[in-house]
């Protein structure tokens, strides 16, 4: 019952449709006085009576169509569109109309209103095949290409066997259209289909866009085939046996092969008529597949052409040959593009001092990458390849200058603008450095990274790494300080201007203010900010691992300089930012190397609470490693206070078979005057190191030193016990200066005279 009334309604609404959609009776006479006053040429009649018909019914056609006709007469004919448009819609089956709305549009030039036409018109009538042809056309203007070949292969498929030539146009556009979109394989299958259907109708031309659609899918046998069978060549490793399609082989092995393997090049018979083009297809295919020999004897007729009107079969050909390797035949078409007018350019230039660089002729490819940067200064790549020449030519100052700031005039501009106000001319760099709201006054940290990142940014990061690996090899320390403390400045804008960013030490009480403080470090990079996303990609040219070895080699040469105050504030730089762990391989050790940096460089600077705070953190992290103690009691014994003896005591007892940490808390007791929890101590650590002449030296001193004790109750037991770990001490040592030294010094503490003198002399 529910089915039934649901059909019941829905079929009164559709014959409420029909009837809206019809003139009702009581509107024909209006509707045909309208018609008459369209006869008369009384457009305005006309106006006003199909308004009134469309006030009443607003879903009948005919009105609109009268409406049109008299604003087309009128001459409005834009207005006149508009209202045949709507009156398409009221009945949108008629195809005819959608057509003509079509072109109408594109004399009004609107061809995404005339591509929904043709759109309607192909839903209404899809077996028209002028139709799609039109709407094809239409989305290639567009530039929607993907449309268009989607509409032109289903004229394809409507094409009669007898309309061979048409298919075979319409195969090449769209092959041409694939090859636009990368999809070689699409164009590939439609040249098929027409190659098949009409191989009387196959010319030059298509030929060509099939090899050529073969050569990008990396199919050089398919392409050197197509060519073959269609031009009526002869392959002659078919006809002596041998495989054409050769494994592709590596450059390297290709060219080390011994004058006893080679085979016997093999002669092709090449048409006069061959086309140019077509002939180095066949050249480039045959150095893909590893026939280089044939290549070179075929290429040989072509480099006596013209390369002035050929430039571009001789730089495919030259490119064919560098790309695998084959420098030395790439360079008589190489130098041929270069003499030339029309092809004396920088990119061929640079195809040029390639392969001179690859050959080993180092004077000649710099002046031709001397020749590349002249043509393009800002050529980066050609910049650092040429300065590395020129180191190898012992060019070294040559070399450093090359790699100079060498900007346009527009940058010039930039830079004297932003010199004019340096505070805006960082904008995105001062917004990362004083936060989200604008500050009073700049710092002078402040500016310095700022002038570092305008530094930066006005050149490349790369040439100025390269230019201080240069200035590195040959000594020259305060240049390469300049410039890599630039880079640093630029990498580190986020944090090295901080002030307090010291505080990132890791003792525990200070923990939650590190956390605060490093949370005002991080960097807030907008990515829709223009000029942030700039300097996140010339940071971006340098991995992480290169500004780790920079920031390392850098705080070396600060060290060496004994400008230890720069070194402090960089290495803790480099430990409050996140970029050098972010990306690192081991992250641990990474923050332990940044770690022990920082407390190395505060300790060289006299900061020694700085350097405890540091080392700390980083000896609690590697409990067990030794030699990160012996760096802690180094720095804890010079600090002036005595705080981290609780510390000490605290990891011991967390930790209380630790070796180090038995020691150094043993040392810190004989030091305070507890010499019995010192001896306990000592003892416990020889527990664990009975062969150590060290410790044995250590409980001789803490017994001679209780034997002495005012109070003691059994001195003379005390005294016997320190010189039979003296001795021991002796033998363990051996009889050497040191040892005996020390012995007679213990002798001479006790008043031992007679065993001092010995042991003194």
């Not at 940058?411 to 340096?422: L, R, V």
């Not at 995105?428 to 006054?441: D, K, V």
């Not at 230890?564 to 803790?572: G, K, N, P």
């Not at 209380?656 to 101590?681: E, S």
Request: glycine share 4%; hydrophobic share 40%; proline share 4%.
């Amino acid at each position: 019952r529910d089915n039934k009334r649901r059909r019941k309604k829905l079929f009164g609404q559709m014959k409420d449709v029909r009837r809206r959609t019809v003139l009702p009776e009581k509107l024909k006479d209006l509707f045909g006085e309208a018609n008459m006053a369209l006869a008369r040429c009384n457009y305005d009649e006309v106006i006003d009576k199909c308004k009134t018909i469309m006030k009443e019914a607003p879903f009948v056609q005919e009105p609109y169509q009268t409406l049109a006709l008299a604003f087309e007469e009128k001459g409005e004919k834009e207005q006149a569109f508009q209202i045949s448009f709507i009156a398409a819609h009221l009945r949108p089956n008629d195809p005819d109309q959608w057509v003509t709305l079509a072109e109408q549009a594109l004399e009004f030039n609107d061809e995404k209103k005339a591509l929904d036409c043709y759109s309607k018109a192909h839903r209404y009538a899809p077996g028209d095949l002028n139709i799609l042809f039109n709407r094809a056309r239409l989305h290639q203007s567009l530039g929607n290409l993907k449309k268009a070949i989607e509409d032109y292969e289903i004229i394809l498929k409507e094409f009669d066997p007898e309309d061979a030539e048409q298919q075979l146009a319409l195969s090449l556009e769209v092959a041409k259209l694939c090859h636009e979109q990368k999809d070689v394989d699409r164009g590939i299958t439609a040249l098929q289909t027409a190659f098949h259907n009409a191989p009387a109708m196959i010319d030059v031309n298509a030929i060509n866009l099939l090899a050529e659609l073969y050569m990008v899918k990396t199919d050089y046998s398919s392409a050197l085939q197509i060519i073959c069978n269609s031009c009526a060549i002869s392959d002659p490793s078919l006809a002596s046996g041998q495989d054409d399609a050769v494994p592709a082989l590596s450059s390297a092995s290709s060219n080390t092969t011994t004058a006893g393997s080679r085979k016997p090049v093999l002669e092709w018979q090449m048409p006069d008529s061959l086309p140019i083009d077509l002939c180095a297809k066949i050249i480039v295919s045959l150095i893909h597949l590893q026939r280089t020999p044939e290549a070179v004897v075929l290429a040989a007729p072509v480099l006596e052409e013209n390369a002035e009107h050929f430039g571009d079969v001789f730089l495919d050909i030259a490119e064919a040959f560098v790309e695998r390797g084959h420098h030395a035949e790439a360079l008589p078409f190489l130098a041929a593009l270069v003499s030339t007018q029309r092809y004396n350019m920088a990119a061929v230039w640079l195809r040029y001092a390639q392969s001179l660089s690859a050959l080993k002729q180092v004077e000649n490819a710099a002046a031709a990458y001397s020749v590349v940067v002249s043509m393009a200064p800002t050529h980066l790549d050609a910049r650092l390849a040429l300065a590395d020449l020129l180191q190898q030519l012992g060019h070294h100052d040559k070399a450093i200058a090359i790699l100079e700031a060498d900007v346009n005039a527009e940058e010039n501009e930039g830079m004297e603008a932003d010199e004019a106000h340096p505070v805006a001319g960082a904008s995105s760099s001062a917004g990362a450095l004083t936060g989200s709201g604008p500050t009073p006054a700049v710092t002078a940290a402040q500016l310095a990274v700022q002038q570092a990142v305008q530094a930066v940014m006005t050149q490349d990061v790369r040439v100025i790494h390269r230019r201080c690996e240069l200035l590195y090899a040959q000594g020259k320390l305060q240049d390469y300080v300049d410039h890599a403390l630039t880079l640093m400045k630029f990498y580190l804008r986020a944090v090295y201007h901080k002030r307090d960013i010291h505080v990132f030490g890791g003792i525990a009480k200070c923990r939650k203010r590190a956390v605060l403080v490093r949370s005002g470090m991080m960097e807030n990079v907008d990515a829709q900010d223009p000029a942030a996303a700039k300097e996140q990609e010339q940071e971006d040219q340098l991995s992480s691992e290169e500004w780790y070895q920079l920031c390392y080699q850098l705080c070396c040469v600060l060290a060496k300089l004994n400008r230890f105050a720069t070194l402090q504030h960089l290495s803790c730089a480099a430990a409050a930012s996140i970029k050098l762990l972010e990306k690192a391989p081991d992250k641990n050790t990474r923050s332990l190397d940044l770690s022990l940096l920082c407390a190395s460089s505060a300790y060289l600077n006299g900061n020694y609470v700085l350097a405890w705070e540091h080392v700390r953190a980083m000896a609690y992290k590697v409990v067990s490693k030794a030699n990160y103690w012996n760096i802690y009691a180094r720095i804890a014994f010079t600090k002036p206070d005595v705080r981290h003896q609780k510390f000490e005591l605290r990891v011991l007892l967390k930790h209380p078979d630790n070796l180090p940490l038995l020691i150094i808390n043993a040392h810190h007791c004989m030091q305070n005057g507890t010499f019995k929890f010192a001896v306990v101590l000592y003892q416990r650590a020889l527990e664990r190191m009975p062969r150590s002449a060290f410790l044995h030296l250590c409980l001789g001193l803490c017994f001679l030193q209780l034997s002495t004790v005012r109070y003691t109750q059994r001195p003379y037991g005390h005294a016997l016990e320190a010189f039979a770990f003296f001795h021991r001490y002796r033998r363990l040592r051996g009889d050497c200066q040191e040892s005996m030294y020390n012995l007679g010094r213990a002798f001479h503490h006790v008043g031992e005279w007679h065993s001092c003198i010995p042991s003194c002399r």
